[in-house]
Structures are given as structure tokens and as C-alpha cells.
């Protein structure tokens, strides 16, 4: 399907916002732009250069700019900055000002309270946790969570969004790691501490959690893909220990595919 016919069929019901330029950012606007406008807000000329080679390759036509003012004509901005709630707070009130009184503000937080983002939000009825998974242009689940202040409109527009984008949204718990990283990340730490305790090679674990499990991915590729500081954010985020291994690796730059070096080297 091209991505016009796809915009036919399938049109966003929201004019779209998006913040920031990680992975995560840059694949939902990748997605989303094939079914209709999308503005995304770069913090830096840098990040915005970045994010539109990675975008003109995907051969989408998004906006970028610096320019948070732009956003006054969006309907639902998504935030997808980093897992920092003073950071997300100081965003937050930057935009008070400047979205409409019935744009929906969501974050791609997988492991922050949505009750106090929404909180901090200063729109807590018009909250909501959108959390995306990466690869965003392959993986079909999108987790929804909202604050108690969250109204019905809130929910229905969201899941709607999520439907026009191709996505299956589930509503989970307001709880750290909400369902999938909660079960997930403990499981990625236990193969860790297997790696430790056995000597075993890490393409060994990951090869028979492959076959034996019919995974699609090992649980330390997994690991590289996800990036080790996001994966230990989450971990101490959701009360899992993060193996020491780990932390070492960390400590000496290696964070997985985007640093060339993990578990594994890219």
C-alpha cells in the first residue's frame, strides 16, 4: 500500500505533535505521516538535521522545527523526551501557553507515574500515556494509561489515534513498567545473570531463547536494541535489580546498537 492510499483509507482523526527526535519520536512520526500531517519539535538545529535525514530517508513529509509555538495548531501532541520527570515538567509548563484548550498532551513515558505527569501537565483531564514500542514501524501494540482525572473524550481520541495509525492500543494499569516492561525487563536481567553465572556466550542464551522459545529476538540483542541506560532507567524505575554487568557496560559507553557495542558489536 502506498502511502497516499493509505492516508485514503486510513486518515489521522488529529492533527498531530510530536516532541522530540530520539528513536522512538522519529519512527511515530514516520507512521503517522503516512496517514496525515505531522509537526515534530526539535530541542536543537542538530537534533532537527538529524531527525529530518532520517525522516527524508524514510520518504515521509514531516515538519521540523525548533518552534514549540507551531504547536498551536495541533490537536494531540505527543511528548517522547527523555525519562526525566523535571525535564517533562519544565516541557510541560513551557506549553500551557501554547496548545489549544482541547488538545490532548500525551507522553511515551513506559515507566513514569501518568497521575503525576498529568498532574504536572496542567491538563490532567486531557492526559494520557501513549506508549509506543520500538521498533514503532513493525511493533503493533501501543499501551494506554491514564491519570483518574482522565476524561472519556481523553480515552476514546486516543485509542482512536492509535486505530488510524494501524496500532492495537490495550488500556493497562497506571503502574511502573505498566504491563509489558513490568514482566519483561525482569526476564532480560534474569538471562544476564545466566550469562554470569555459567559463562555461557551471549549468542548461546540468545540462540536458545530463538529456538527453543520461537522469540523473535534473544533477550541481550534485546537488551543492545532497547539501549542498556534506558533498560536501567526501567529496571530501577520498576524495582528490578539491574545486574552489575550491565552497569559496567554502561559505565564504558556501551549501550547497545546505538553505541556500536553491548552485549554485542554493531
Known sequence: MTGESAKREHPLPERLGIIGTGTIARGLAAVAARHGAVIVCARSEASALAAQVVLDADAVEVEVTLDHARLAEASFVVEAIAEDPAAKGELFARLRDVLAPDAILATTTS???VAELAALSGRPERFAALHVFNPVR??????LAYGEQASVDTRARTRALCEAL?????EVPDTPGFVVNRLLFP???NAVELLEQTGLEPVAVDTCM???AAHPLGPLALLD???LDVAAAI???????VPARV????SEGALGRKAGRGFYAY
Do not use: N, W
Not at 138 to 143: F, I, N, P, R
Not at 235 to 241: L, N, Q
Open 111 to 113: 515507566s513514569l507515574s
Open 138 to 143: 513493525k511493533m503493533d501494540l501501543v499501551e
Open 166 to 170: 494501524g496500532k492495537t492500543p490495550v
Open 187 to 189: 526476564y532480560l536481567f
Open 210 to 212: 530463538r529456538l527453543g
Open 225 to 227: 536494541l532497547v539501549g
Open 235 to 241: 529496571g530501577e524505575t520498576i524495582g528490578a535489580p
Open 247 to 250: 552497569s559496567t557496560l554502561i
